[in-house]
């Protein structure tokens, strides 16, 4: 196993914010979903919360997910939806989402797929597949 010494680590952290705004996460704000589904962009919600250990781990799978596949960022609108601040939001109660750690895919006026907890590797790649296979066909 190597070690990462500090100047490998700072020269990590410096091209992790060199390559910009294709690492960004987009945090929701009231209005944003529905600006990206009028522009015809599939849309992969993320209900999660700082503290939740589920929200996490599902984190970790769609970060190693996005990282083998480029495709994922370049044709997904992903947008992350902090549940402490919208739990009780218009968006949150029109989609019914029952609590943190559910993932939603959006396309138009409808809904492609849900996860409510899940944190398996097969279960978010199927879903993030089919945002995909949505943002890329006609």
Do not use: H
């Not at 091209?15 to 960004?24: D, E, I, K, S, Y």
């Not at 797929?113 to 006609?138: F, P």
């Amino acid at each position: 196993m190597t070690r990462l010494n500090r100047r490998d680590f700072i020269l990590s952290a410096a091209a992790l914010v060199a390559a910009g705004p294709a690492l960004a996460l987009t945090e929701y704000t009231p209005g944003l979903v529905q600006q990206e589904l009028a522009e015809g962009k599939t849309v992969f919600l993320d209900f999660k919360a700082s503290w939740c250990t589920t929200c996490a781990a599902q984190e970790r799978v769609i970060s190693a997910l996005k990282a083998e596949n480029p495709a994922y960022e370049q044709a997904i609108s992903f947008i992350n939806v902090d549940w402490d601040t919208y739990s009780n939001a218009d968006l949150t109660k029109s989609l019914k989402i029952p609590r943190r750690s559910t993932l939603v895919v959006l396309k138009g006026d409808m809904e492609l797929g849900r996860i409510v907890a899940g944190t398996g590797r097969d279960e978010i790649k199927a879903l993030m597949d089919t945002a995909l296979q949505a943002a890329t066909s006609a």
